[in-house]
């Protein structure tokens, strides 16, 4: 099992985020570091501050030099996907192909109205997702591109220059809606972030995934699997890493540990040691 971190850009400063991505990029125990795009703060205070995701982790990508980076994940209604294909290829760029495309349908209705954003109905918001992943295929990956969609239309559409990470960056999506999310992983995705329950749950999702696959004639083993793992507010370690455990037991490829704000350097080397005793 690999082992990843991610601070949320809400209830936090930009001085705070900094510092542990710059520690944490110092520390090989860490696979990669995640943040979010939401413009509201979730689970909390709504009205607090929230950073915005792109433009934070382009300065994360430009601060750091080794963690692989992205965002879990971009609800596919906030941008335009060739808007998004744009962003990602400069992303990859600048971090020297260090990018993780984590993308999703959208689901948070009270941003998405206050900003007049239209989310749509479930079956919406899939067949947005579905058309969207393949408008960023085809900007990110061919040369020009055409698409005639319910959604989206491109008529020999170009996005240049391309990131060094070919075909494209990885994309990552979140969800773990059976009949369709999971069948858009298994055509579209390199890496599968499970959204969260017991290692009994993510069992069975996988093995829903692995049918998708097999449908599909694709290997699921070319899909990263990720979940994320809260470190709680007391910095409980082994708890954690208890966890982390169960689910690498379930198959787990990925653990994804969520820091609690305030964000601080000082619990990354303690989580590292325990990471590293724990034989993971």
Known sequence: MQFAFKTSPQNTTWADMLAVWQAADEIDVYHSGWTFDHFYP???????????????????????????????????????????????????????????????????????????????SVKERLDRFEEGCQVLIGLLATDSFDFHGAYYQLNAARNEPKGPQRPHPPICIGGSGEKRTLRIVATYAQHWNFVGGTPEEF????????????????NPAEIMTSAHVRLSEDHDYAKAIDEAAALAAAGLDLAIIYLPPPHTPAVLEPLAEAIRDSGL
């Not at 601060?63 to 609800?75: C, I």
């Not at 495309?101 to 948070?108: D, S």
């Not at 069992?203 to 694709?218: Q, T």
């Open 42 to 120: 979730i689970f909390s205070d709504s009205t607090g501050p929230c950073l915005e995701g792109w433009t934070t982790l382009t300065a994360l990508a430009q601060a750091t030099t080794r963690l692989r980076l992205g965002n879990l994940v971009t609800g596919i209604h906030y941008r335009h996907p060739a808007v998004l294909a744009n962003m990602a290829a400069a992303v990859d760029i600048i971090s020297g192909g260090r990018l993780e495309l984590g993308i999703g349908a959208g689901w948070n209705e009270e941003e998405s109205g206050a900003y007049g954003i239209e989310l749509g």
């Open 203 to 218: 069992a069975h999702k996988r093995d829903v995934l692995a049918s998708h696959c097999a449908d599909i004639g694709r």
